[in-house]
């Protein structure tokens, strides 16, 4: 049987005749059936949570500017009111308004010519008088220029002072009853109270505020020290006898009853833990068989099941596959790029769970060594996350760019170009049918390049552009069959010429390249068949003739194939 510890009656009685926050505290603690032992540990080890203690802390950290700052700062504003002073003359304070009337005669004069004064009568508005009123203009100028400066200093070294005014302090808004802290908080509000002044009250007030709230402080935070250490003196004793306590209730509170039953929590935790476990990662597994089955086309291993194993720090994921009939370990018999598809299928579950935060995902490089199944599988898997999340890849490898073209909603495509002197452009992705023709139009455009080279080049890039038409017509229709794609693309393949390319993509096979020039001209017209030959011989020996409506045949060609 576990003992209790004994009630601390002597260690009450201590604590009840020191006037102290923390004995407070501790009574409280002790009194009651289960002493919380860490908080007891708190209280002993002196921790600075009391509202007294924080008070006394808070008054010996309060600070103020310094004398030589607050002396400098009025003396500024001394010589600032001085240069104010020499500078508003009686001739000075009427210099811009009677500027501003020379101004308006020195116009007058300049767009009516010589005139008598329209003000005094008398005078007359000449040469002679012109010079002069420059010259007084120029002084009046001056003077009003210096009278302006000299009050902006005044306002600047005004606020410089003002700057170094802090408002009242929340340590010294409380009432404590305390004469020295009552005596500083009247200080600071004498201080801050020299917001609202004038220049010259702020002159003749601000050092004497100052000198006193240097005073009343020194004051407050002597006696808020010499307070602390006398709390410190008194509970050092205490606090030691608390923790002896301590450490003898904490032998008794973890014997051999609370310990079994330590163990059976233990043990629950663990099966609990367990079964949470599985539970969880139950519809991962499922979910990343599922996408193992969409990727894996034509491979001959089968994820049977994914499950956590281990404990403690040597947690693994088990993997059980099939080959056949036969049970194995995945890993060992996966390929490379079926790796590569378990990894996926691995990740993307637990990315995409409900509970994530994060409602995107981001995949770098996903298709190394795999096949052009296992691609195409990848897309579709893609695809249908980005129903419910923001889907994000990078790839060097075009395969996966042509794979998510032929998804009934293709998504948006961005290329990384290297410019002249390695600058990088980010630029939409275009249709590979679109690219070749733009290029073929870029490069007709050229008038640099040689035109030989130039007309070959475009051959090139127009038959390039047919190509790609005619794998996209053949390989869409034969996949929406149920074809698988390495069949597909065996048959591409296998078509070594762009006239047999074409007869795949307008006759669905090989053979009838003879026929292709007649249902050219059957659906389009001669110029088209025109192209197609130019676009055949061009790409060997370039073109002589115009390329740009070579270019716009050869688009409504490929326009004609892949209808």
């Not at 600071?188 to 917001?195: E, F, G, K, N, S």
């Not at 996966?334 to 790796?339: F, N, P, R």
């Amino acid at each position: 049987m576990s003992r209790k510890p004994l009630a601390p009656v002597a260690l009450l009685a201590e604590l009840a005749t020191i006037v102290d926050p923390r004995a407070r505290r501790a009574e409280s603690l002790l009194a009651a059936g289960k002493v919380d032992l860490d908080e007891l540990v708190d209280i002993a080890l002196y921790a600075d949570d009391t509202a007294e203690i924080d008070r006394l802390n808070g008054l010996v950290g309060l600070g103020i500017p310094a004398r030589q700052d607050v002396h400098a700062a009025v003396e500024q504003i001394r010589t600032a009111l001085e240069r104010q002073a020499g500078a508003s003359t009686q001739a000075a304070e009427t210099a811009e308004s009677a500027g501003r009337l020379l101004a308006e005669a020195l116009s007058l004069h300049q767009h009516a010519g010589d005139r008598a004064c329209p003000v005094c009568g008398a005078g007359n508005l000449d040469t002679a008088w012109r010079r002069r009123a420059e010259r007084d203009l120029d002084q009046m100028h001056a003077l009003a220029r210096n009278i302006r400066e000299a009050r902006a200093d005044v306002t600047t070294t005004r606020e410089r002072l003002l700057s170094l005014v802090g408002a009242l302090p929340a340590v010294l808004r409380e009432n404590t009853g305390d004469s020295t802290v009552t005596t500083l908080a009247e200080a600071w509000q004498a201080w801050t109270d020299l917001r609202p002044m004038s220049p010259t009250e702020l002159v003749s007030a601000g050092v004497s505020a100052h000198v006193e709230l240097s005073k009343a402080l020194d004051h407050a935070r002597d006696s808020a020290t010499t307070r602390l250490k006398e709390l410190d003196q008194l509970w050092q004793p205490v606090a030691v006898r608390l923790m002896g306590w301590h450490d003898a209730a904490d032998v008794l509170y973890a014997e051999s009853e609370l310990l079994s039953l330590l163990k059976k929590a233990e043990a629950w935790l663990k099966q609990s833990t367990a079964s949470l476990r599985d539970d969880r990662m139950a519809p991962i597994g499922d979910e990343a068989q599922r996408i193992w089955e969409s990727m894996r086309q034509h491979s001959d291993v089968s994820l049977e099941s994914v499950k956590l194993a281990g404990a403690s720090t040597r947690r693994r994921v088990s993997l059980r596959a099939v080959i056949g009939s036969t049970e194995t370990a995945a890993f060992s018999v996966m390929s490379q790029g079926e790796l590569h598809t378990l990894g996926l299928s691995l990740f993307l579950p637990r990315a995409t769970m409900d509970a994530s935060p994060f409602r995107f995902v981001v995949i770098d490089d996903p298709v190394q060594a795999m096949d052009p199944g296992k691609v195409s599988g990848l897309a579709d898997v893609l695809a249908r996350i980005a129903t419910t999340r923001q889907v994000i890849v990078f790839s060097h490898d075009d395969r996966l760019a042509e794979a998510v073209r032929r998804l009934p909603d293709p998504p948006t495509m961005w290329e990384v170009q290297r410019r002249r002197q390695s600058a990088v452009h980010v630029v939409r992705s275009m249709d590979p049918i679109d690219r070749y023709l733009d290029d073929a139009r870029a490069l007709a455009n050229t008038s640099e390049m040689p035109r030989d080279i130039r007309g070959e080049l475009v051959a090139n890039c127009c038959r390039g552009a047919l190509e790609a038409a005619a794998h996209r017509k053949y390989r869409t229709a034969h996949l929406r069959r149920g074809e698988s794609l390495a069949d597909v693309e065996s048959v591409l393949s296998a078509a070594p010429t762009t006239h047999a390319v074409l007869s795949l993509a307008v006759f669905d096979a090989t053979g009838h390249e003879g026929e292709l020039y007649r249902r050219l001209s059957a659906d389009l017209d001669h110029r088209a068949v025109g192209a197609l030959k130019a676009c055949k011989v061009g790409a060997h020996v370039g073109l002589d003739e115009d390329l740009r409506p070579f270019i716009r045949n050869i688009e409504r060609l490929t326009h004609w194939v892949a209808r």
